[in-house]
């Protein structure tokens, strides 16, 4: 009879788990030993930096992924990036050593008390079987949990003598068990929201992170570009699930009640699909929507459904929902779906100052770059003037911090680079974001990965320079982080870096970057500037 731990890895293999992401610690070692050649272990130096690899490795290939933890303080090492993972979400696996069983109760060293209390409210799921014998069923359902619609993060505590104990026959069909399909909506639901699309003056299309797959791109697209539709992306957009220089795509809705009220204003009916209503960050309030608009949300989120303060809900899945609505909606004459709109202007460069404006940095990126380069981004301050620049004509092309929560940047794109081997990534990353997890650049050192980390400096941090305007705050410390070498950092970790101050210089060191066979980090002095 197999042990726990091998009737697990046999388990893990059999959900499709390819990749484990993890800092191991004593309690976790049971678990490890005699881990298949099949399920790659990637080491990372720190739980939040394990965890964000996981977070931008699922991203990108929609596969569950474990997350192996340290206990109580691992676990809490990793909760920053966690909040991330959960907004997204990813469908991880984290699976936190336990002390032996029979000592929990003494709070030994290491000893997690009250475990699956830790991660709440960011888990899907958290549990601590009760018994060894039922520890490869509770890894079966943390998976199936992960991975159902609407997906997330789930959460193991496991007793590290349990690992070895005997199987039950029993557990030989846990592999047999499927996860349950996403419902989609009823035809009749589908006709009478094509009716009122076709029967409205103005309609506008908006989408979420969840619609960002090659499925949601091709139904997004179909829909509206059949009845010339204006097409928004929700607010604190994590994803961009639609082509950004497209003719009828009007950008990403302000993340205010006001702001997206004002912007909504012109339509009579609004269509969302696979986002909240809505992730508002700037407090400015005002009414949700103006008299005489109506909003549909599609998600197969529940509790985004339950929580939704106007609209009219459906569940189901989205991109099902938009491709089956736009087989029946009436085509309407449609000029602007073979327009593609122009890029903004770059301010004139000053070398003299040596440092460049955040547009013109990311122009040489847009100019540079492979179409098929997936960007993932943490440089607030500079967000708008990304926008200005970017052409994005890919699905999943652009990962963004979907909670907010620093530290994303660095490990995300290396997961995600690990995730799509034969796919461009780089990192675009602000100086104050990357002081939070810099030991990825290790793992991706270490594992000679081919990509690009671009570091924007301007000194500190610019978000809350902007927020702090805002605010009217004028006397806030703490804004400023100068002093950081981080081409220094970087040769600390293993990787070729250097430092550019122009655009010639930029282009000539993004040019090389692309063409190596590691990874390469650009330190770019930048200007200040706002979101």
Not at 212 to 236: I, Q
Not at 310 to 321: K, N, R, T
Request: overall charge negative.
């Amino acid at each position: 009879m197999k042990t726990v731990r091998e009737i697990t890895h046999d388990l893990l293999l059999a959900r499709g788990v390819r990749t484990i992401f993890g800092n191991p610690g004593s309690n976790e070692l049971p678990f490890l030993t005699g881990l298949p050649d099949r399920l790659d272990y990637v080491l990372a130096l720190h739980e939040g930096a394990a965890l964000g690899m996981a977070d931008g490795y699922a991203q990108v290939t929609d596969e569950p992924v474990v997350v192996n933890l340290h206990a109580a303080s691992g676990t809490g090492n990793a909760m920053g990036a966690l909040t991330n993972a959960a907004q997204s979400g990813s469908p991880l696996v984290l699976i936190a050593g336990q002390q032996v069983r029979g000592t929990i109760g003494l709070d030994v060293m290491l000893a997690n008390l009250d475990s699956t209390q830790l991660t709440r409210p960011l888990t899907r799921w958290s549990y601590e079987p009760a018994c060894a014998e039922d520890v490869p069923r509770a890894v079966s359902e943390a998976v199936l949990r992960a991975v159902t619609a609407p997906g997330g993060p789930t959460y193991l505590s496991v007793p590290y003598d349990d690992w070895d104990r005997e199987a039950t026959a029993d557990d030989s069909r846990l592999p047999q068990r499927v996860a349950p399909g996403t419902p989609r909506l009823a035809e009749e639901t589908v006709a009478a929201i094509a009716a009122r699309i076709d029967a409205a003056e103005r309609f506008a299309l908006v989408l979420g992170a969840r619609t960002d797959t090659t499925e949601g791109w091709a139904a997004s697209r179909a829909l509206a570009e059949a009845v010339d539709a204006d097409v928004w992306v929700a607010p604190s957009a994590s994803r961009m699930p639609f082509p950004n220089r497209h003719g009828q795509f009007r950008g990403v809705l302000p993340a205010a009640i006001s702001g997206v009220s004002e912007a909504l204003a012109p339509y009579d009916l609004v269509l969302v699909a696979g986002a909240p209503l809505f992730r508002y960050h700037q407090y400015a309030p005002g009414r949700y929507l103006s008299d005489g608009v109506d909003l549909v949300h599609l998600t197969d989120n529940p509790d985004e459904a339950a929580r939704a303060p106007f609209g009219e809900s459906q569940l189901g899945d989205p991109v099902a929902a938009l491709a089956a609505i736009a087989h029946r909606v009436r085509p309407r004459p449609n000029e602007r779906r073979e327009q593609w709109q122009p890029v903004g202007e770059v301010p004139a460069e000053t070398p003299e100052t040596r440092k460049l404006s955040p547009e013109a940095a990311f122009a040489v990126l847009r100019d540079t770059a492979p179409a098929d380069t997936c960007w993932v981004v943490e440089s607030t301050s500079t967000n708008s003037a990304f926008w200005s620049q970017m052409d994005l004509r890919q699905p999943r092309s652009y990962l963004w911090p979907s909670a907010g929560g620093l530290g994303f940047g660095l490990p995300a794109a290396v997961g995600a680079k690990l995730g799509q081997p034969d796919r461009p990534v780089v990192a675009v990353v602000g100086d104050g974001s990357v002081n939070y997890t810099p030991s990825a650049l290790w793992t991706a050192a270490q594992r000679r990965l081919p990509m690009v980390f671009v570091v924007l400096n301007n000194g500190g941090y610019g978000a809350l320079r902007w927020f702090a305007d805002v605010l009217g705050i004028d006397d806030a410390p703490g804004l400023d982080v100068p002093g950081i070498d981080f081409v220094a950092l970087a040769r600390g970790y293993g990787l070729t870096a250097s430092a550019v101050g122009t655009v010639g210089d930029f282009e000539a060191a993004f040019r090389t970057a692309l063409a190596a066979d590691g990874p390469i980090l650009i330190e770019v002095a930048t200007a200040p500037s706002t979101p």
